[in-house]
Structures are given as C-alpha cells and as structure tokens.
C-alpha cells in the first residue's frame, strides 16, 4: 500500500509537467469488493474469489489499493496522467513457494484442523490454470502502453469468476469462499477445471 502510494507520489511532479504519463498498480482478485466498470483481458475458469479466508491483511492491503487507485485516477485526471489498476487472479510466481516454505501454525493455534486447508488453497493458485509471468506481462504492457490504457484491468486464473460473483449478496459470497478454501471444495472445483481444461483441448 504505502510502496505504491510513495512512489506514485515520486512521479507524479515529473508526469504533470509535461502532462503525460502512465502509472500502473499491481493489487490482486483477492482485494476485490464491488463491482465497477472493468476491462477482461484474459481469464479462466476459477478457483478463487474474494473475500478469502486466512488472507485477511493481505486482502485488505489490496482492497486499500483498488481505493488508491481510483481516487488517482481522478486526482491525475486533470494531468493527463492515466492510472491503471490491476487486479491478478491467478499467476505463477515465487509469492506462494516462499510462502509455502514459511507456512506454520502456533502448537496451541485453534486454526490447526484446517492447515491442510490453506496449504492445498496456496498450492493450487500456481497451478496449470494460472498465467506465466511472461504471458502475464505481455497482455498487460500491450494494453498499458495504448494512448488510452483501460483504467482497470483484470486477468489470470480466476478472474471473470471473481468479478461475476461480485453480483451477489456478499453473506453467499462469504459461506462460498468458506465451503472452498476452508472444507477442501476448492480441490474439487480445481480438479473440475482441468479435466474440461483437457476435454475443450486447451491443453
């Protein structure tokens, strides 16, 4: 949060002078919490959806940035500074490896029954659905660099389903984000995925 906001601000004297620029912030699908006019550049059918349970701060902290970008987009308007937010769904980075290798519960944490739970829920957001980095930074330099770049953007594994299942009541949202990441139903859903992966060809 604070990283995106003080470098904005380092740029922003420079871009305003000679009223052009673009600046870009990378959030996740996880920070999302309504529903706004938004761009699909790519997606997949999906196994992740925001709110996420055990990923309280790191959702808040994107959630924050969604804010921040929308009101500098506004603020640099006048500028011609153009402000683009993305919010990732699925893609294959090192985050969730390192994560996975520091992953530990308290002995006495009352979280210990559904570790198995968040290990499985990390491990599948790298997995065959989600984008490479080159293939993620392709789609997304291609549309930044436009005259008029899309003031949002969206894509990854997992990202329509996100922003469709933002249409509904957020109490539904929030006992379908739990029966998948905590009861295991998202191995279910993800092993769905692949095999009509296999079966439309797109393997």
């Known amino acids: 949060m604070f990283g995106p906001l003080r470098l904005s601000q380092a740029v922003f004297p420079h871009m305003a002078a000679r009223k052009s620029g673009t600046i870009v ?10 529903v706004s006019s938004r761009l699909f550049v790519s997606s997949s059918l999906t196994y992740i959806v925001s709110p996420a349970p055990w990923g309280g701060i790191y959702g808040a902290s994107k959630a924050a940035l969604v804010r921040l970008s929308e009101v500098f987009y506004m603020e640099a308007a006048p500028f011609n500074i153009h402000v683009v937010h993305i919010s990732p ?15 530990k519960l308290r002995d006495d944490s009352f979280y210990k029954p559904w570790f198995d739970a968040v290990y499985k829920a990390l491990h599948v957001s790298v997995g065959p659905l989600s984008l490479t980095t080159d ?3 392709q789609r997304v330099v291609k549309q930044v660099l436009k005259p008029k770049p899309p ?20 109490t539904i949202i929030c ?10 139903g998202l191995g279910y859903l993800y092993r769905i995925a692949l095999t009509l ?3 439309s060809g797109l393997n």
């Open 151 to 170: 003031r949002y953007m969206t894509l990854g594994a997992g990202a329509f389903a996100t922003a469709l299942l933002q249409w509904l009541p957020r």
């Open 175 to 184: 006992w379908m984000m739990w029966v998948l990441l905590g009861e295991d």
């Open 135 to 137: 293939q993620f930074a």
């Open 197 to 199: 992966r296999r079966l």
């Open 89 to 103: 769904g699925g893609v294959k980075t090192n985050i969730v490896s390192h994560a996975l290798e520091e992953m």
């Open 25 to 34: 912030n990378i959030g996740s699908i996880v920070g999302e919490m309504s």
